[in-house]
């Protein structure tokens, strides 16, 4: 659900920069597992979860010092599958996107999906390609096909949603 950027503040509070669709993703799933590139991991119940910059707060229960989160630096941020609720039978959670390759319906790879920008009408995805972001919207006439197993998602080439030359 997200990567540790680093500790915050003194009080083992970690900055997060999340995948979820909002910090209250951390609330409700009540307990997060952190796993370090070493492998070393750790689970902690949630206590609090709030929006900060471009991320989130998160308070966990059992991490008291700075000294105890530097040691989850960079980890990824993980919830088990039972501790998610679902509010659609045909949706996907933000987590399952990110990292997804994305490709144009003709075959043509466009980039890697970054992030997700929720908006008020539709989410827009955030695709990098190379150095340049691509603003795609999350909508059925774009989306044609997201394949977990595939690890990609295909897209249409609607007029004027992409232009090529700069890819």
């Given amino acids: 659900m997200g990567r540790v950027s680093r500790p915050h ?3 083992g509070t970690l900055s997060i920069r ?5 910090e209250s993703s ?8 952190l796993v370090t590139d070493a492998g070393e991991r750790g689970e902690y ?11 989130v707060l998160l308070d966990l229960d059992g991490l008291g010092s700075v000294e105890e989160a530097e040691r989850y630096r960079g980890a990824g941020v993980h919830v088990r599958r039972e501790d998610l609720e679902s509010d659609e039978d045909d949706g996907y959670y933000w987590f399952e996107l990110v990292g997804l390759e994305v490709y144009l319906d003709d075959g ?4 890697t999906l970054a992030r997700i920008l929720p908006t008020g009408g539709n989410d827009v995805y955030v695709v990098e390609s190379g150095k340049q972001e691509i603003l795609i919207p999350a909508i059925r006439d774009v989306i044609e096909e997201i394949d977990l197993d595939r690890k990609r998602i295909t897209v249409s080439e609607m007029e004027g949603l992409l232009d090529l030359n700069e890819v």
């Fill in 9 to 11: 503040g003194l009080d």
């Fill in 18 to 22: 999340s995948y979820a669709e909002s």
């Fill in 26 to 33: 951390f609330v409700r799933a009540g307990r997060v597992v």
């Fill in 45 to 55: 119940p949630v206590a609090a979860a709030r929006p900060h910059k471009r991320g």
């Fill in 108 to 111: 043509r790879h466009i980039g």
